[in-house]
């Protein structure tokens, strides 16, 4: 195995707001993480603009759409060899792709399903986003090397987290996580129906809806959370290592 081969991977992810993230202010965020691999969830047009003046800097290989609660992103500083979506809901959909880290194929999965609604029996996500999480989780534990990362709008108390759990996926934050890991809320969010104008309250983040999801062919070494940028969230680190030697 070669030194390359032995080097850990950062995997950061990050649902940068639609817009609370301010452009310049993510760039350098994103510029300074040190991050190898990085999925972002909800940038707009601005922000997508923002992140592809930055890949041509340190992340050359990229897959960004700007489309505000469905936009989504992929920055690698390995090559995209392989790229395809999963529906997650209409236009909502999950940006899978293969990566080539020093020769060996890593399997990144961006999502970020559509949240859970009001019910007459409490909140809960509809039946149409549920199959296709349960999906999304089938599909990444059955590939080798596998990470699946996104804001997934659940707890670790709600049964798909049980259920990934159930399928071989590790949650690299419950494994090796510093600190209490919640991610949500820093600040009033976006909303469809108004405009609140409140964006600038702190709040007190206490749940993590962020996650970094992997295969047991990858062996979480260090996780943690830092405060961002702006948004209502928090981005999520990782520290991967390849649990197994290459194939010969």
Same mark, same amino acid.
């Given at each position: 195995?070669?030194?390359?081969?032995?080097?850990?991977?950062?995997?950061?992810?990050?649902?940068?707001?639609?817009?609370?993230?301010?452009?310049?202010?993510?760039? +350098?965020?994103?510029?300074?993480?040190?991050?190898?691999?990085?999925?972002?969830? /909800?940038?707009?047009?601005?922000?997508?603009?923002?992140?592809?003046?930055?890949?041509?800097?340190?992340?050359?290989?990229?897959?960004?759409?700007? /489309?505000?609660?469905?936009?989504?992103?992929?920055?690698?500083?390995?090559?995209?060899?392989? %790229?395809?979506?999963?529906?997650?809901?209409?236009?909502?959909? +999950?940006?899978?792709?293969?990566? #080539?880290?020093?020769?060996?194929?890593?399997?990144?999965?961006?999502?970020?399903?559509?949240?859970?609604?009001?019910?007459?029996?409490?909140?809960?996500?509809?039946?149409?986003?549920?199959?296709?999480? #349960?999906?999304?989780?089938?599909?990444?534990?059955?590939?080798?090397?596998?990470? %699946?990362?996104?804001?997934?709008?659940?707890?670790?108390?709600?049964?798909?987290?049980? /259920?990934?759990?159930?399928?071989?996926?590790?949650?690299?934050?419950?494994?090796?996580?510093?600190?209490?890991?919640?991610?949500?809320?820093?600040?009033?969010?976006?909303?469809?129906?108004? #405009?609140?104008?409140?964006?600038?309250?702190? %709040?007190? +983040?206490?749940?993590? %809806?962020?996650?970094?999801?992997?295969?047991?062919?990858?062996?979480?070494?260090?996780?943690?959370? /830092?405060?961002?940028?702006?948004?209502?969230?928090?981005?999520?680190?990782?520290?991967?290592?390849?649990?197994?030697?290459?194939?010969?």
């Amino acid at each position: 195995m070669t030194e390359e081969q032995r080097r850990p991977i950062t995997i950061l992810t990050y649902n940068v707001g639609n817009g609370l993230a301010k452009p310049d202010k993510l760039a +350098a965020f994103l510029r300074e993480s040190g991050a190898d691999v990085i999925g972002l969830q /909800e940038n707009d047009a601005e922000q997508a603009e923002a992140l592809e003046q930055i890949a041509a800097e340190g992340y050359p290989h990229r897959v960004i759409h700007g /489309e505000g609660f469905d936009g989504c992103a992929l920055l690698s500083k390995y090559p995209i060899t392989d %790229l395809d979506w999963h529906d997650l809901a209409i236009g909502r959909r +999950a940006l899978r792709a293969t990566l #080539d880290v020093d020769g060996r194929p890593l399997r990144m999965t961006v999502a970020h399903p559509q949240p859970p609604r009001l019910r007459r029996w409490g909140i809960a996500f509809d039946k149409t986003t549920r199959q296709q999480m #349960d999906m999304l989780g089938k599909l990444v534990s059955a590939e080798p090397h596998g990470v %699946l990362v996104g804001d997934f709008n659940m707890t670790m108390r709600h049964p798909i987290h049980g /259920e990934f759990r159930q399928f071989g996926l590790i949650d690299a934050f419950h494994t090796v996580g510093k600190g209490r890991g919640s991610t949500f809320p820093l600040r009033p969010g976006h909303m469809k129906s108004f #405009d609140h104008h409140l964006y600038w309250v702190p %709040l007190p +983040a206490f749940t993590r %809806l962020d996650y970094i999801w992997h295969t047991p062919d990858l062996r979480s070494i260090f996780s943690w959370t /830092e405060r961002g940028v702006g948004s209502d969230h928090s981005p999520v680190f990782a520290l991967l290592a390849w649990d197994t030697p290459p194939a010969k």
